[in-house]
Every structure is written in structure tokens, then in C-alpha cells.
Nanobody, 128 residues
Framework: QVQLVESGGGLVQAGDSLRLSCAAS????????LGWFRQAPGKEREFVAH????????LYADSVKGRFTISRDNAKNTVALQMNSLNAEDTAVYYC?????????????????????WGQGTQVTVSS
């Protein structure tokens, strides 16, 4: 059974940092695009960042560019999201996801439909 499990969420103050991790099991995702999405209350799920199989290509939403960093460890089958300078607008449930195809497409993987596997999410709350 394929599982993605996020961890590292919590309650922090504006300006603080958090590091989210996502561990995959059941199969290897070393050839897949891995991504992070988030969903705030009353809003649709939105793209945050993704990283290609090698880790050399990344893409970020404009709202997090320069503050968040996505990384992966294929040997451990994990993906991480380092979040710095957090603000109240970053409050959301954060989800990691694994792509459907090993073929990289910067456009496809900014949309949820590009992903076949999802974690259950981890809550990040930033108090202002």
C-alpha cells in the first residue's frame, strides 16, 4: 500500500520557520515529481512547490518564492519543505504529493491533477 505521510506542522509566530517532511512508503518515488500543496479554510487547494526526480529543477508559487525551499532525498524516499519568514497567509493544511508520470512538465505539476498520490496533510498555523 502506497502511503505519503507528512510531519512537522504546528503553531508558530509570524517570522518563524518550520520544516515539513513527507515520507513515502509502499513504492519508490525516485523517478517521480514530488510536490507540496496547501489548502486554507474556505479556499481551494493551491500549488506551493514541486521538484523533479533529480532535485535539480524546482518551481515555486509566487507567494512563497524566496521564502520556501523544497528538497528531496531519493535514498530515503522523502521530500521536505523548508518554510522561512512565515506569515498569517501561510496558514493552511499542507499536503505532499507524488506525480503520475516520470516525464517532467512544469505546467502539469502546478496542478493537483498531475499527482497520483497524496498525503493526509499537516496543519500549519501562523499567528500574527
Amino acid at each position: 500500500q502506497v502511503q505519503l505521510v507528512e510531519s512537522g506542522g504546528g503553531l508558530v509566530q509570524a517570522g518563524d520557520s518550520l520544516r515539513l517532511s513527507c515520507a513515502a512508503s509502499g513504492r519508490t518515488f525516485s523517478g517521480s515529481v514530488l510536490g507540496w500543496f496547501r489548502q486554507a479554510p474556505g479556499k481551494e487547494r493551491e500549488f506551493v512547490a514541486h521538484i523533479n526526480w533529480s532535485g535539480y529543477t524546482t518551481l515555486y508559487a509566487d507567494s512563497v518564492k524566496g521564502r520556501f525551499t523544497i528538497s528531496r532525498d531519493n535514498a530515503k524516499n522523502t521530500v521536505a519543505l523548508q518554510m522561512n519568514s512565515l506569515n498569517a497567509e501561510d496558514t493552511a493544511v499542507y499536503y505532499c504529493a507524488a506525480g503520475r508520470s516520470p516525464v517532467y512538465s512544469s505546467t502539469l505539476y502546478t496542478h493537483a491533477r498531475g499527482y497520483a498520490y497524496w498525503g493526509q496533510g499537516t496543519q500549519v498555523t501562523v499567528s500574527s
